[in-house]
Every structure is written in structure tokens, then in C-alpha cells.
């Protein structure tokens, strides 16, 4: 399994983009990358998956470039609500192991 | 939406004493994982199985925990004899598999703590 590294934490403000870079140097052919969401009292989310180029969904973006070596969760617009710790997993089979994430704070 | 069940929701019971945490996958998921939160360790993955069978269970204490799945609605985790140290929050979480779009989905775990 690819090691990952992400910041330990960050704060925006509400109604700024928001960009969290993962590290993946060791990536394999075949892994994916995979965010999960976490807030407080709560299990992990997915939020978003990809595997090369640009990927979108209703809540984030995945920015992956050729060499697959980094990616970039973008949160468009983030609010209160978007205060959690958000984590980069990279992997081919069923296993999925956590890091320690990214803790995210947004504030007013 | 489908949703992973895990009871109990918290549970404080005292050392040596015998814990049962049950997780219902969501129907049709045919991979499981058991994992533990605390604040030092952040998510540990416990074990896990595909098609009730478990696959992988390297990072459970093997002399005191245990996991299994009767069935396909029905995962257990078991900790015999229950210490101060296991007090985390469990995860159960269920898929198809790493490359589906939909990713994994957890359950809102059980809060155990063991005085």
C-alpha cells in the first residue's frame, strides 16, 4: 500500500476554495485514490475517487496530474459545516489503511 | 439511504468482562471491515472479510479479540477479556469493492469504555 502524506491541519474562511494536497510517491499502476470526509461522533465518508486527470462530483474535485504522484481535493465554496478531517488513501485491492488526515477548520 | 447498523451505540462495562459489537452491512456489500479510533492512534483496521470470509485480521489482538460473520447480515466483533486500553470508538464499514465509485460506507460506531 502507497504511503501518503498530507498536511496535519488547515484553516480557511467560509466561502473560499479550499485545496488539500496528498503526497503519493510510491504509487502503483493500478492503485486509485480515495478521499473519505470525517466530522466529530461520526464514521468516515467517502467523498470522492480517482484515478488520473480531473474528477467532480457533487461535493469536491480530485485534480490528479500524469505522473500520479500527488492529488488535490478541492472544496469549492466551504462553509462551517466543512470543519472535519479529511483523509487520502491510495490502493488497488479491499484493504483500505487510514492516515492520520488533514484536520480542516473553517471559520466565520 | 442504505446505512451500515452497529450496536450498541456506546457501551461501559468494567475490565475482564465480556464485549459483543454487531454490525449489520448493508444489503448486498459483500466486504466488511472492523476498525478502532482513538485520539493516539487514529483508525486502525482490525479485520477484515469478503464474502464472510475474513481475509485479513493481522492488526487484532489475537489472544482477546475475535470477529466473525455468522452470516451475511451479521458481523461480531468479540473481546475476551475486555481491558482499559481496548476504550475506543469501533467502526464497522461495508462495500463491494476499492474500485466502485460509491467507496465504503461506516456505520456511526460503538463508543466502548472499559473501566
Known amino acids: 500500500l502507497a504511503k501518503t502524506t498530507q498536511p496535519i491541519s488547515m484553516d480557511s474562511y467560509e466561502g473560499q476554495e479550499v485545496n488539500i494536497t496528498c503526497s503519493h510517491n510510491?504509487?502503483?499502476?493500478?492503485?486509485?485514490i480515495t478521499w473519505y470526509q470525517q466530522f466529530p461522533s461520526q464514521g468516515p465518508r467517502f467523498i470522492i475517487q480517482?484515478?488520473?486527470t480531473k474528477v467532480t462530483n457533487e461535493v469536491a474535485s480530485l485534480f490528479i496530474p500524469a505522473d500520479r504522484k500527488s492529488s488535490t481535493l478541492s472544496l469549492p465554496r466551504v462553509s462551517l459545516s466543512d470543519t472535519a478531517v479529511y483523509y487520502c488513501?491510495?490502493?488497488?485491492?479491499?484493504?483500505?489503511?487510514f492516515g492520520k488526515g488533514t484536520r480542516l477548520h473553517i471559520l466565520p | 439511504d442504505a446505512r451500515v447498523t452497529q450496536t450498541p451505540r456506546h457501551k461501559v462495562t468494567e475490565m475482564g468482562q465480556e464485549v459483543t459489537m454487531r454490525c449489520q452491512p448493508i444489503?448486498?456489500?459483500?466486504?466488511v471491515f472492523w476498525y478502532r479510533q482513538t485520539m493516539m492512534q487514529g483508525l486502525e483496521l482490525l479485520a477484515y472479510f469478503r464474502n464472510r470470509a475474513p481475509l485479513d485480521d493481522s492488526g487484532m489482538p489475537k489472544d482477546r479479540f475475535s470477529a466473525e460473520m455468522p452470516d451475511a447480515t451479521l458481523a461480531t466483533l468479540k473481546i475476551q477479556p475486555s481491558e482499559p486500553r481496548d476504550s475506543a470508538v469501533y467502526f464497522c464499514a461495508s462495500g463491494q469493492s476499492l474500485a466502485s465509485s460509491y467507496g465504503y460506507t461506516f456505520g456511526s460506531g460503538t463508543r466502548l469504555t472499559v473501566v
Open positions: 444489503l448486498g456489500h459483500n466486504t
Open positions: 480517482g484515478y488520473k
Open positions: 488513501l491510495v490502493g488497488s485491492g479491499d484493504k483500505i489503511i
Open positions: 510510491n504509487i502503483a499502476t493500478n492503485d486509485y
